[in-house]
T-cell receptor, first 117, second 114 residues
Framework: AQTVTQSQPEMSVQEAETVTLSCTYD???????LFWYKQPPSRQMILVIR??????QNATENRFSVNFQKAAKSFSLKISDSQLGDTAMYFC??????????????FGKGTKLSVKP | NAGVTQTPKFQVLKTGQSMTLQCAQD?????MYWYRQDPGMGLRLIYY???????DKGEVPNGYNVSRLNKREFSLRLESAAPSQTSVYFC?????????????FGEGSWLTVV
């Protein structure tokens, strides 16, 4: 069974600085997808970034980028130029590429990020 | 730009009561999902519908039933609510058919069972 581990329950960063959130996962699959979702206090789940395991290039979306290390089963999220609106829970999630229940995202327990002015 | 819409947003139930959470998406997505989120946890899949006319169990289906009413709508029913079902419920959708398509979530429904 797949598992996703986020080892940092809480983190804080000063506005405009850079922060990295860690995520490791365990799977025997070779093809899969990884996601970072943001959940602000409103509880809305917002997709931040996704990575296909077969792609070696790390995904980037504006100020958000990932460091995907397939052999180490590591998928960290880097937020550059942190903004107050980045304050939220961040969830790392795993999805199998094939088979099983389609759409079954396996989530980590989340990292609570606070951006301080 | 509505996306995924869930109703109600908040509900308090007594143990043993029944209720239905409604969900609709306007993105013409094939697949729809119901997740629950408990305190300090990520989301867990309750049921999903890969396409209109099909439904399947997810990780935590016990105590729930679902109906894929049409392509747009996917409801979740609690027949006899229990305190263990106190949670935040999220409906979601994706284009489906192609694995790994991004899943888009509704705003959540807060359910308390007393």
């Amino acid at each position: 069974a797949q598992t996703v581990t986020q080892s940092q329950p809480e983190m804080s960063v000063q506005e405009a600085e850079t922060v990295t959130l860690s995520c490791t996962y365990d799977t025997s699959e070779n093809n899969y997808y990884l996601f970072w979702y943001k959940q602000p206090p409103s509880r809305q789940m917002i997709l931040v970034i996704r990575q296909e395991a077969y792609k070696q290039q790390n995904a980037t979306e504006n100020r958000f980028s990932v460091n995907f290390q397939k052999a180490a089963k590591s998928f960290s999220l880097k937020i550059s130029d942190s903004q107050l609106g980045d304050t939220a829970m961040y969830f790392c999630a795993f999805m199998k590429h094939y088979g099983g229940s389609q759409g079954n995202l396996i989530f980590g327990k989340g990292t609570k990020l606070s951006v301080k002015p | 730009n509505a996306g995924v819409t869930q109703t109600p947003k908040f509900q308090v139930l007594k143990t043993g009561q029944s209720m239905t959470l409604q969900c609709a998406q306007d993105m013409n997505h094939n697949s729809m999902y119901w997740y629950r989120q408990d305190p300090g946890m990520g989301l867990r899949l309750i049921y999903y519908s890969a396409s209109e006319g099909t439904t399947d169990k997810g990780e935590v289906p016990n105590g729930y039933n679902v109906s894929r009413l049409n392509k747009r709508e996917f409801s979740l029913r609690l027949e006899s609510a229990a305190p263990s079902q106190t949670s935040v419920y999220f409906c979601a959708s994706s284009e489906g058919q192609v694995f790994g398509n991004t899943i888009y979530f509704g705003e959540g429904s807060w359910l308390t069972v007393v």
